[in-house]
């Protein structure tokens, strides 16, 4: 398929507007058209930081164990020293285990389970299907593989058109907003057809329009046409997505990290987790015994490349405890990083919605209500809106870690779950898309 061809239309329009909108449309335009040319990157190329990365912890482990270890043996505090590294080198030892696992474990290559197959297209009525509570005026995918359907390199009509249908269309939350600080009851103001309500009783002015509620992208992701990979040609298994840096689909996907030089995927994600918590560690234990005996040392003795490896530690320490501690959640959350993007997204445009309503930044509470009602009628967006769950805060945290507790500290072990079955969540339809509470099971309401 012509990649020529890959904008959207309103983008090419766009191009002749001599409007700012028009230039920032124009370069979103330009680096898209260079992303779709661009091919996956080469072997040697995503591999380089596999190197660099190596040669940190290569001189980490110099200057710590070879210069200020063998500073302390030499300089008359011997058991300061054998001290210090009775507890550093398990602790690099358990880090170096950790990187060379995840390194070495592909993530799961989709290819390898899904034989090639043509292009399915929607079936009849899956078209009308999609069209309910489509919110206007939101381009943005819902996850990785929209791209493809932007690109219109996927079956199915391109997302460009599934996303704007006319106002009028558009039904309304069914669930009343609170009635606040000027707020209406009621979705008057929501584009649902009922052009002209009558008005609510009001203690002063309405300034406001009513937020336009939740809404829930329409795209029905577990659909055969919406998970074709034309780059692959394949009909991908659930949650897998294409990396472009590597170049093929990855089973459920969760990121690319050039730390490791290739995906995080279902069959890496543990050791991926184990490496972020022994980096963790060592760095902590690194930078508190150097910065205590450089400080102890006095300023006339510091060696530079200690302060160096101070510096490098702190930095990694923070990383690795933000980086470990956000997967922890999303683990126990049964999400993925890409399927946390999604709900983010959607967030974000529930705060675009109080913006455009004239909501300010300060009527805090005013929103916390609104959002609270957005979730008594849907559930909450983390742990009741991706479309997986693997039942439990567990079992989500077992199908990545494993079962066994040793597994979850060292690179021990393996996923419970295989990358290729998922259960959708209960709260979903069949096809993916988020339901109302009260569409859901019985017993989950
Ligand atoms: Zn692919
Ligand atoms: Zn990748």
Same mark, same amino acid.
């Given at each position: =398929?012509?990649?020529?061809?890959?904008?959207?239309?309103?983008?090419?329009?766009?191009?002749?507007?001599?409007?700012?909108?028009?230039?920032?449309?124009?370069?979103?335009?330009?680096?898209? @058209?260079? &992303?779709?040319?661009?091919?996956?990157?080469?072997?040697?190329?995503?591999?380089? =930081?596999?190197?660099?990365?190596?040669?940190? =912890?290569?001189?980490?482990?110099?200057?710590?164990?070879?210069?200020?270890?063998?500073?302390?043996?030499?300089?008359?505090?011997?058991?300061?020293?054998?001290? !210090? !590294?009775?507890?550093?080198?398990?602790?690099?030892?358990?880090?170096?285990?950790?990187?060379?696992?995840?390194?070495?474990?592909?993530?799961? +290559?989709?290819?390898?389970?899904?034989?090639?197959?043509?292009?399915?297209?929607?079936? $009849?009525?899956?078209?009308?299907?999609?069209?309910?509570?489509?919110?206007?005026?939101?381009?943005?995918?819902?996850?990785?593989? !929209?791209?493809?359907?932007?690109?219109?390199?996927?079956?199915?009509?391109?997302?460009?058109? !599934?996303?704007?249908?006319?106002?009028? /269309?558009?039904?309304?939350?069914?669930?009343?907003?609170?009635?606040?600080?000027?707020?209406?009851?009621?979705?008057?103001?929501?584009?649902?057809?009922?052009?002209?309500? $009558?008005?609510?009783?009001?203690?002063?002015?309405?300034?406001?329009?009513?937020?336009?509620?939740?809404?829930?992208?329409?795209?029905?992701?577990?659909?055969?046409?919406?998970?074709?990979?034309?780059?692959?040609?394949?009909?991908?298994?659930? &949650?897998?997505? /294409?990396?472009?840096?590597?170049?093929?689909?990855?089973?459920?996907?969760?990121?690319?990290?050039?730390?490791?030089?290739?995906?995080?995927?279902?069959?890496?994600?543990?050791?991926?987790?184990?490496?972020?918590?022994?980096?963790?560690?060592?760095?902590?234990?690194?930078?508190?015994?150097?910065?205590?005996?450089?400080?102890?040392?006095?300023?006339?003795?510091?060696? $530079?490349?200690?302060?160096?490896?101070?510096?490098?530690?702190?930095?990694?320490?923070?990383?690795?405890?933000?980086?470990?501690?956000?997967?922890? %959640?999303?683990?126990?959350?049964?999400?993925?990083?890409?399927?946390?993007?999604?709900?983010? &997204?959607?967030?974000?445009?529930?705060?675009?919605?109080?913006?455009?309503?004239?909501?300010?930044?300060?009527?805090?509470?005013?929103?916390?209500?609104?959002?609270?009602?957005?979730? %008594?009628?849907?559930?909450?967006?983390?742990?009741?809106? +991706?479309?997986?769950?693997?039942?439990?805060? %567990?079992?989500?945290? @077992?199908?990545? =870690?494993?079962?066994?507790?040793?597994?979850?500290?060292?690179?021990?072990?393996?996923?419970?779950?295989?990358?290729?079955?998922?259960?959708? +969540?209960?709260?979903?339809?069949?096809?993916?898309?988020?339901? &109302?509470?009260?569409?859901?099971?019985?017993?989950?309401?």
């Amino acid at each position: =398929m012509p990649t020529e061809n890959a904008g959207p239309p309103r983008d090419k329009q766009a191009l002749s507007s001599p409007t700012c909108c028009g230039t920032i449309s124009e370069a979103r335009y330009a680096v898209r @058209e260079r &992303r779709e040319s661009r091919g996956h990157q080469p072997w040697v190329v995503r591999k380089l =930081m596999v190197v660099v990365t190596l040669g940190i =912890m290569g001189y980490t482990g110099y200057v710590y164990a070879g210069r200020f270890a063998v500073r302390l043996l030499h300089g008359g505090r011997r058991a300061d020293g054998i001290g !210090l !590294l009775v507890g550093w080198c398990p602790l690099y030892a358990w880090m170096i285990w950790a990187y060379i696992k995840v390194i070495i474990t592909p993530p799961g +290559n989709a290819r390898d389970y899904v034989p090639k197959t043509p292009q399915p297209l929607f079936g $009849p009525g899956q078209w009308q299907q999609r069209q309910l509570y489509t919110e206007p005026e939101d381009p943005a995918p819902d996850d990785a593989s !929209l791209a493809d359907i932007e690109a219109g390199r996927i079956g199915g009509p391109a997302y460009e058109d !599934l996303s704007a249908p006319s106002a009028a /269309h558009i039904p309304g939350t069914s669930l009343p907003l609170p009635a606040t600080n000027g707020h209406a009851a009621g979705v008057n103001g929501h584009p649902n057809g009922v052009a002209a309500a $009558p008005p609510a009783p009001e203690r002063k002015p309405s300034r406001h329009r009513t937020p336009r509620g939740r809404f829930p992208p329409t795209t029905a992701p577990l659909l055969p046409p919406h998970r074709w990979c034309s780059r692959c040609s394949i009909v991908k298994p659930y &949650r897998a997505h /294409h990396c472009r840096i590597c170049g093929t689909c990855i089973l459920k996907f969760d990121h690319h990290c050039p730390w490791i030089g290739q995906c995080v995927g279902a069959r890496n994600h543990k050791f991926f987790l184990n490496f972020a918590l022994a980096t963790a560690a060592l760095t902590l234990y690194t930078f508190g015994s150097l910065l205590a005996f450089t400080i102890q040392a006095g300023a006339a003795d510091v060696d $530079p490349q200690e302060v160096v490896i101070i510096a490098l530690a702190a930095l990694f320490a923070l990383f690795t405890l933000s980086l470990g501690g956000a997967h922890a %959640r999303l683990i126990l959350l049964s999400q993925t990083t890409v399927e946390h993007l999604a709900v983010q &997204r959607m967030k974000e445009r529930e705060r675009e919605g109080f913006r455009d309503a004239g909501v300010r930044w300060w009527e805090v509470g005013e929103k916390r209500r609104a959002l609270a009602a957005y979730d %008594r009628e849907w559930g909450a967006p983390d742990t009741e809106g +991706n479309v997986w769950w693997a039942g439990s805060a %567990r079992a989500g945290w @077992e199908d990545v =870690m494993g079962a066994s507790v040793w597994g979850w500290v060292f690179p021990i072990g393996a996923p419970r779950g295989d990358g290729l079955h998922y259960s959708p +969540n209960p709260r979903f339809d069949a096809d993916g898309r988020w339901r &109302r509470r009260s569409e859901w099971p019985e017993e989950l309401r």
